[in-house]
C-alpha cells in the first residue's frame, strides 16, 4: 500500500512541523521523521531565545514577523511562548568594528556604559569592556511548547506524523513524488523539503539540484555559577566579535563557544578542545573560574552561501519545495516561515514584504 497525501514534509523539526501545523486545515499532510520523536537535533538543542536583531536584513523582517505569534500563539498555546532576558554585547577594544557593526540598523539597542553592563552582569570584567548595549527586549523562548503546540495544531487538522521513517529512496513519477522508508511508501505531487542538516541530501536522493548547505557545530556546556549567586534574571552576554554567550539557564550558565565548525549531517556532540577554548574566551571576561561543567552537547546550524534561509520551489524540479539553511534562526523564525510556506504551497498571498520572499527563493542559488 502507498499513502497519499497533497503534501509530504520530510523532517520533523521546528520547520517541518510548524508548515505541517499552518497547511493541515486546508489539505492533507504527512510529515516523516527518521528519528523516534519530534525535534531531535538541531530544535531539541536550540540556544531559545527571540532576538529582535539577530541575522541579517531579511532574517531580521522574518523575526519581526513572528514576534506576534510567540507573543499571542493563538492555537498553540495558552500563553505566550516568551518571557524576559535581554540580550547584551559587549566588546573589547579589538571588537569594536564587529559591534559597530552589529548595531547598524538596529532597532531597541540601548548603549550601555561598561560600569552599566557590569550592574546587569555582576560577574564581567569591567577593566575589559570597551563597549556595551542591550537589546532588552530579547526572550527567552519556550521551544518545546511552540514544538508540542505546533504539531497538536497539525493532528487536530488530520496530519499525520511518521517517526523512525528515513527517506531511503525518493522518486517522482506521473506528477507524484515517492518517498521510500522503512514505514512503508508515501505519496504527494508536493515534496518538502525540511530535513535541516540533511536537507541536501534528500535533494540528492530526489535527483534535484543541491543549494550548498553546510552544516555547522554549535556547542554548549551547563556550567554552575559562584556559590550563593542568584543569576536567574540576569541577560544573556555576548561577545560582539561571537567568541562566546552566556545565557542564564534554570539559576546555571549555558556557555557555548559560538563555534561554527563545518561538518557532515550527523548526530553532533561536542568537541572536548573547542568547547575548552570557548570557555576560556569565557574566562576572560568574567571574574569566576569555570571549574566544573555539568554536561554540553551540540547541534548543527545549517547555511547556504547568503546565510539566509532557503524557501520556494525549486526552480529544476516540479512540486520540490525547499524549507531549509535557517541557521541558527530557525526556532525564532518558525512562525513567520511556515506561515510563508503555506502561502507558497496554497497560491495564497504572502503578508511578507515582496523583496523578502525574494530574498528567500531558492532561485537566487542557481
Not at 65 to 73: C, D, F
Not at 107 to 122: H, K, Y
Request: hydrophobic share 45%.
Amino acid at each position: 500500500m502507498i499513502e497519499t497525501s497533497d503534501f509530504l514534509i520530510i523532517g520533523g523539526g521546528i520547520a517541518g512541523t510548524g508548515a505541517a501545523a499552518r497547511l493541515a486545515p486546508d489539505a492533507k499532510v504527512t510529515v516523516l521523521e527518521m528519528e523516534d520523536a519530534l525535534g531531535r537535533h538541531a530544535t531539541g538543542r536550540s540556544a531559545a531565545i527571540f532576538i529582535r536583531n539577530y541575522g541579517n536584513a531579511t532574517l531580521r523582517a522574518l523575526n519581526a514577523a513572528s514576534e506576534p505569534v510567540l507573543k499571542n500563539p493563538e492555537g498553540i498555546s495558552e500563553e505566550s511562548l516568551l518571557s524576559p532576558r535581554g540580550e547584551m554585547l559587549i566588546a573589547t577594544e579589538d571588537e569594536l568594528e564587529a559591534f559597530r557593526t552589529y548595531l547598524e540598523g538596529a532597532d531597541g539597542m540601548e548603549v550601555l556604559t561598561a560600569e552599566e553592563a557590569v550592574a546587569l552582569f555582576p560577574l564581567l570584567r569591567k577593566e575589559t569592556i570597551a563597549a556595551a548595549a542591550i537589546e532588552q527586549d530579547a526572550q527567552d523562548i519556550d521551544v518545546d511548547r511552540l514544538l508540542q503546540g505546533f504539531a497538536r495544531l497539525a493532528r487536530k487538522a488530520g496530519a499525520r506524523f511518521v517517526t523512525e521513517a528515513p527517506a531511503q529512496r525518493i522518486l517522482r513519477s506521473g506528477g507524484q513524488w515517492r518517498v521510500e522508508t522503512p514505514k512503508g511508501a508515501f505519496e504527494a505531487p508536493v515534496l518538502i523539503n525540511a530535513a535541516g542538516a540533511w536537507a541536501d541530501q534528500i535533494a540528492g536522493l530526489a535527483g534535484v539540484r543541491k543549494v550548498g548547505l553546510v552544516p555547522m557545530r554549535r556547542s554548549a556546556a551547563i556550567v554552575p555559577p559562584p556559590d550563593g549567586i542568584d543569576v536567574t534574571k540576569w541577560p544573556l552576554v555576548a561577545s560582539a566579535s561571537e567568541q562566546w554567550y552566556a545565557k542564564p539557564d534554570a539559576g546555571k550558565f549555558m556557555v557555548s563557544p559560538a563555534d561554527e565548525d563545518p561538518v557532515e549531517p550527523h548526530d553532533a556532540w561536542a568537541d572536548d578542545m573547542v568547547l575548552a577554548e570557548g570557555l576560556h574566551r569565557f574566562e576572560q571576561a568574567v571574574t569566576m573560574p569555570v571549574t566544573r561543567v555539568e554536561r554540553n552537547w551540540a547541534g548543527l546550524r545549517s547555511f547556504v552561501a547568503d546565510r539566509t534561509p532557503v524557501v520556494g520551489f525549486a526552480p529544476d524540479a516540479e512540486g520540490f519545495f525547499w524549507l531549509a539553511g535557517q541557521g541558527g534562526y530557525g526556532v525564532q523564525t518558525a512562525p513567520a516561515l511556515s506561515r510563508l510556506v503555506a502561502d507558497l504551497c496554497l497560491k495564497r498571498p504572502s503578508e511578507l514584504p515582496e523583496k523578502v520572499v525574494a530574498a528567500l527563493d531558492p532561485a537566487r542559488l542557481f
